[in-house]
């Protein structure tokens, strides 16, 4: 099976603009779960889609969203880009309490 | 809500040497699974190793052994014989156990692991 997939890998853009970000979970799972990562913070979880419905958000303002679709692809959205964004974005799928993470999508905000 | 603790930022170890990265928890949780994921450099975070909390056996993967104390809350991971794959970040991490299919980790600061040839 192919692992969880995530585009684009690398990703600059300026203060205030927007940005999706795209997930793909490995084949049957069918929870996808996004978390930050920084050298400050470290890794904070996001949100978490099952079945196309958010079942639980972290602690980050509303400029953050996601959506899940049927076929379980996510993708995180996030608007009105500040310096601090830049980050490792990073999605995990999960099977019997497993995640499996993807390689990330590194978001550089100028 | 949960915490996890990595108190030790850095370790090095000698190749073929054991290492052991500490970690604590604190939680209100009786039943949760605790882990150990590895993140070497510019690479994917790959799980070495669970413990479900219920069980009072300490899980082993090859040449990694965890040594978990629920009562202390303490999960601290045993690499035997290191490698120099070995070199990576290492994060310890707490999940709930939710049958509601509830997946957030709630990770520490993670460890910088050096193995020196």
Redesign the interface.
């Given at each position: 099976k192919a692992?969880v997939t995530q585009t684009p890998r690398y990703l600059i853009k300026t203060r205030g603009q927007q940005v999706t970000l795209s997930c793909s979970p490995i084949s049957g799972h069918?929870?996808v779960?996004w978390?930050q990562q920084t050298p400050g913070q470290?890794?904070?979880?996001l949100f978490?889609y099952?079945s196309e419905t958010q079942?639980?958000k972290?602690n980050f303002p509303g400029r953050f969203s996601g959506r899940q679709f049927s076929n379980s692809r996510s993708e995180m959205n996030v608007s009105t880009l500040e310096l601090g964004d830049s980050a490792l974005y990073?999605c995990?799928s999960?099977w019997n309490?497993?995640?499996?993470?993807?390689?990330?999508t590194r978001l550089t905000v100028l | 809500a949960q915490t996890v603790t990595q108190s030790q930022p850095e370790m090095s170890v000698q190749e073929a040497e054991t290492v052991t990265l500490s970690c604590t928890y604190d939680t209100s949780e009786n039943n949760y699974?605790l882990f150990w994921?590895k993140q070497p450099p510019s690479?994917?975070?790959?799980?070495v190793i669970?413990q479900e909390a219920y069980k009072q056996q300490n899980a082993t993967e090859n040449r990694f052994s965890v040594n978990f104390q629920k009562a202390a809350k303490s999960f601290s991971l045993k690499i035997s014989d290191s490698q120099l794959g070995d070199t990576a970040m290492y994060?310890c991490a707490f999940?709930k156990?939710d049958t509601?299919?509830?997946?957030?980790?709630?990770?520490?600061?993670?460890i910088t692991l050096s193995v020196r040839p």
């Open positions: 692992g069918r929870s779960s978390y470290g890794l904070q979880f978490e099952f079942r639980n972290g990073l995990a999960r309490n497993e995640q499996f993470f993807g390689p990330g | 699974y994921y690479r994917q975070m790959i799980l669970r994060f999940m156990f509601g299919a509830n997946s957030k980790l709630t990770f520490g600061k993670g």
